[in-house]
């Protein structure tokens, strides 16, 4: 996600504990933190798919998906 993207998330949140954001900026808000939300996920997503368990005998064994979704 771009930085300028982040800043606002903030800006937006910091704004909303002094006073009510208008209905654009709360829809603007909801839309931000969502795309930031997918994008971590994905990231999250490809670390685990590169994440192996180290057996104490030496060996190696990728984690296992366990098909759980929210």
Same mark, same amino acid.
């Given at each position: ?6 800043? /606002? +998330?903030?800006?937006?949140? %910091?704004? &909303?504990?002094? /006073? ?12 931000? /933190? $969502? ?5 971590? /996920?994905? &990231?999250? =997503? =490809? ?5 192996? +368990? $180290? %057996?104490?005998? =030496? ?7 366990? =098909?759980?979704?929210?």
């Amino acid at each position: 996600m771009v930085q300028e993207k982040i800043d /606002r +998330i903030n800006y937006l949140a %910091r704004e &909303s504990k002094v /006073r009510e954001l208008t209905p654009e900026e709360k829809e603007e808000q909801a839309a931000l /933190r $969502k795309e930031y939300i997918n994008e971590f /996920r994905l &990231s999250l =997503g =490809g670390i685990l798919d590169n994440t192996v +368990i $180290k %057996r104490p005998d =030496g060996s190696t064994e990728p984690l296992k998906k366990n =098909g759980k979704k929210k």
